[in-house]
T-cell receptor
C-alpha cells in the first residue's frame, strides 16, 4: 500500500530565502503530484511529474522527481509572502485505477 | 474551473443520523474521488470511482458508502454519522490519464 510522507510539516521562512519541501513515498509510484491549498479554500494543482528525473518550474516553485530514491522535492526560490499556503504531494499509478494518496501537507509561512 | 459542484457546502447533523453528500461534475470525467481533510492528516481517500457503478475503497472507508449511478454524480453516504466523521469533505474528478485532480470547494460537516 502506497504511503506518502512530507517534511517538514511546518515551515516558517523569511522573504527572499530558499527552501525545499521533501516528499517520500513507500512503493513504486508512476507519477507524483503537487498541490497548493490556501486557508479555507480548495486545492489547486501545481505540477504533475510523470517520469524519473522530471523537473517542472512555475515562477518561484520548482518540482523534481527521483523515482529510484522514491523522492520528490518542491524547491522555493526567493520566497515571497504570496507563497504562504499549505502544499501537498500525492502519489499514484496510472495502472491503479487512478487512486491517489496524499501526504500530510506542509504549511509554509513566509514572513516579511 | 473544472465543472465540479459539491452540495451541501455546510451541514450540521446529529450523531446516528444518515447523511448524504453529493458531488456533481459537468466534465464527463471518468474518475471521481471522495477525500476527507483533517488537521494533521492531510487528505485521506475514502472511496473512489473509475466508472459508472465501479467503485473501490480508499484508506478510510469504514462507516462510508458511495454510489455512482451516472457519470456526473458521485454520492457519499454516512450510514450513521459519528463525531469522528466531523471533517471537511472534498470531491475530486480526473480524466482517464489522471494528469491532475480537480477539486470541488468542499463540504464542512459537523456531527454533534
Amino acid at each position: 500500500e502506497l504511503k506518502v510522507e512530507q517534511n517538514p510539516l511546518f515551515l516558517s521562512m523569511q522573504e527572499g530565502k530558499n527552501y525545499t519541501i521533501y516528499c517520500n513515498y513507500s512503493t513504486t509510484s508512476d507519477r507524483l503530484y503537487w498541490y497548493r491549498q490556501d486557508p479555507g479554500k480548495s486545492l489547486e494543482s501545481l505540477f504533475v511529474l510523470l517520469s524519473n528525473g522530471a523537473v517542472k518550474q512555475e515562477g518561484r516553485l520548482m518540482a523534481s522527481l527521483d523515482t529510484k530514491a522514491r523522492l520528490s522535492t518542491l524547491h522555493i526560490t526567493a520566497a515571497v509572502h504570496d507563497l504562504s499556503a499549505t502544499y501537498f504531494c500525492a502519489g499514484g499509478s496510472a495502472s491503479n485505477t487512478g487512486k491517489l494518496i496524499f501526504g500530510q501537507g506542509t504549511t509554509l509561512q513566509v514572513k516579511p | 474551473d473544472a465543472g465540479i459542484t459539491q452540495s451541501p457546502r455546510h451541514k450540521v447533523t446529529e450523531t446516528g443520523t444518515p447523511v448524504t453528500l453529493r458531488c456533481h461534475q459537468t466534465e464527463n470525467h471518468r474518475y471521481m474521488y471522495w477525500y476527507r481533510q483533517d488537521p494533521g492528516h492531510g487528505l485521506r481517500l475514502i472511496h473512489y470511482s473509475y466508472g459508472v457503478k465501479d467503485t473501490d475503497k480508499g484508506e478510510v472507508s469504514d462507516g462510508y458508502s458511495v454510489s455512482r449511478s451516472k457519470t456526473e454524480d458521485f454520492l457519499l453516504t454516512l450510514e450513521s454519522a459519528t463525531s469522528s466523521q466531523t471533517s471537511v469533505y472534498f470531491c475530486a474528478i480526473s480524466g482517464t490519464e489522471v494528469l491532475s485532480l480537480h477539486f470541488g470547494n468542499g463540504t464542512r460537516l459537523t456531527v454533534t
